[in-house]
């Protein structure tokens, strides 16, 4: 019969077996590729926001230069969180604040 | 990818390899602009037809986005729009681009943030200035407040992260080609001309209209 906190005590014990340095290692690799789902939601709105250009450009082609320029600018903005969860996934790889 | 190199100390201040690359960036825009401007006639020979293109590019496009009353800042955007997209594409010739450090992202993010706020206390007033933040409720000034610090933060962490995640796989995408006689010389060229060339380039217009965008928005 094993319950919730016996899972965690075999987890536990689990990774006591382990050296720390290693386990930090591992569960920051983990993080890294886990922060990088940010990535998710730049692709969904930059798609949106040239998906609307374009049709403002089917539209209008003799203010194509003018679109061009708002979208560009519009889908640097929605970059930004996923840039955020980029520069996390870095600094768990590279730059680790846990490993002291 | 690794950090910047540090090559030595002088009085304590370390001379890193962002510096050192920068340095060359700027002799690099120094040298163009000396040859675009040099022997400058009533009739402009081909040199200056270029140099002269770019300011009247930048000129209207200072002019379209931050209206025409604000045309003093066209210098400061076109200067700071060659010194990004020189830095950004000097990866192609091997250089460590010194926009991919956040110490100079930073630095850049910074002066845009102090310009936004120094015009607009100057064309606002104290008392317009500080009814901004209360804007367009009394209790989201906590809400403003936050938003204005973030303005840099994610003007330089985008640049930053750009560059630095291009360069990074830059290098994975070498290191993968290692091992193959023929291959290096070929398919890093399209890879190339996307992390270097054109993000680059987009990225350094992007801050650019971007700090524009932020200094008239906060004036009018």
Not at chain 1, 3 to 22: E, P, R, T, Y
Not at chain 1, 69 to 92: C, H, P, Q
Not at chain 2, 97 to 126: I, R
Request: hydrophobic share 50%; net charge neutral.
């Amino acid at each position: 019969m094993i319950g919730d906190a016996n899972i965690v005590d075999f987890l536990l014990q689990f990774l006591g077996q382990f050296d720390g340095i290693d386990v930090i290692k591992a569960f920051s690799a983990i993080g890294a590729g886990t922060a990088m789902i940010a990535g998710v939601g730049p692709g969904i709105g930059q798609g949106f926001a040239a998906g609307k250009g374009a049709e403002a450009v089917g539209i209008r082609p003799d203010s194509q230069s003018d679109i061009i320029r708002t979208m560009l600018l519009g889908a640097a903005v929605a970059e930004t969180t996923g840039i955020y969860g980029l520069i996390v996934a870095l600094i768990l790889l590279f730059a680790n604040p846990f490993m002291g | 990818m690794e950090g910047p190199k540090i090559y030595g100390y002088i009085y304590g201040f370390p001379i890193t390899q962002t510096l050192v690359n920068t340095w060359i960036v700027m002799v690099m825009i120094l040298v163009v602009c000396a040859i675009l401007t040099k022997n400058m006639q009533k009739r402009p020979g081909k040199a200056q037809v270029i140099a002269e293109t770019i300011v009247t590019v930048m000129d209207g496009l200072v002019g379209q986005t931050m209206g025409k009353d604000k045309m003093r800042f066209a210098p400061w955007m076109l200067a700071l729009i060659m010194f990004l997209a020189f830095s950004n594409t000097s990866g192609i010739y091997g250089l460590r681009s010194p926009t991919a450090d956040l110490n100079c992202t930073v630095g850049l993010a910074l002066m845009t943030f102090f310009m936004t706020q120094y015009n607009g206390l100057k064309s606002k007033g104290l008392g317009g200035y500080l009814k901004g933040f209360l804007e367009p409720m009394p209790f989201l000034l906590p809400i403003n407040i936050i938003g204005e610090f973030a303005n840099p933060v994610s003007l330089s962490f985008r640049l930053f992260g750009n560059l630095l995640g291009g360069g990074i796989i830059m290098a994975l995408l070498y290191s993968a080609l290692a091992g193959l006689m023929f291959f290096p010389i070929v398919i890093p060229v399209p890879f190339h001309f996307y992390f270097d060339i054109f993000s680059g380039l987009l990225q350094s217009f992007i801050f650019t209209m971007l700090s524009m965008v932020f200094i008239s928005g906060a004036m009018d």
